[in-house]
């Protein structure tokens, strides 16, 4: 096999989630995706979006682990969880995509501000990297005449 390089950039989201669901998540139930109301407006927001999770003859295409935030709110916050000056702990559903690296920079901030919009945090965590390269396709090796398999 022959494997086809792409230059992309990747975003990953971290989105707070209710501890039974994080648990359903963890047992591998994916019903959990479709029942969890952040997790939905999540992926239909890259649904909503042509250029993310674009590889060809798959879109839409997605990872996701789970784990936890911890932060402190500090005066002047308005926390969703949390109180001012104390430790909270999150759990986390952690959402990965990517896009073309050249896509315009117009398109990356319309679909971080909708990101930012639907987002339950004050301040979300939404990391996006500058250009990597990931496998785009994977073809067959040219098979040379009387060549073994």
């Known amino acids: 096999m022959k494997i086809e390089m792409k230059s992309v950039r990747k975003m990953r989201v971290h989105w707070p989630i209710v501890a039974e669901s994080f648990s359903r998540l963890a047992k591998g ?13 999540l992926l239909q927001a890259l649904s909503d979006s042509p250029d993310l999770g674009d590889f060809g003859n798959y879109r839409h295409v997605f990872e996701s682990g789970l784990g936890f935030e911890g932060f402190t709110c500090t005066e002047g916050a308005n926390p969703t969880l949390g109180q001012v000056g104390q430790r909270t702990i999150s759990p986390t ?3 990965t995509t990517y896009f073309d690296a050249a896509l315009e920079d117009a398109a990356v901030e319309r679909f971080l501000q909708h990101i930012v919009d ?8 939404i990391e996006l990297t500058g250009p990597i390269s990931v496998s785009s396709t994977a073809l067959p090796a040219i098979q040379v005449s009387g060549a073994a398999s």
């Open 29 to 41: 139930d994916v019903e959990a995706f479709r029942e969890e109301a952040g997790i939905a407006a």
């Open 93 to 95: 559903f952690v959402f």
């Open 118 to 125: 639907i987002h339950p945090w004050e301040v979300p965590v």
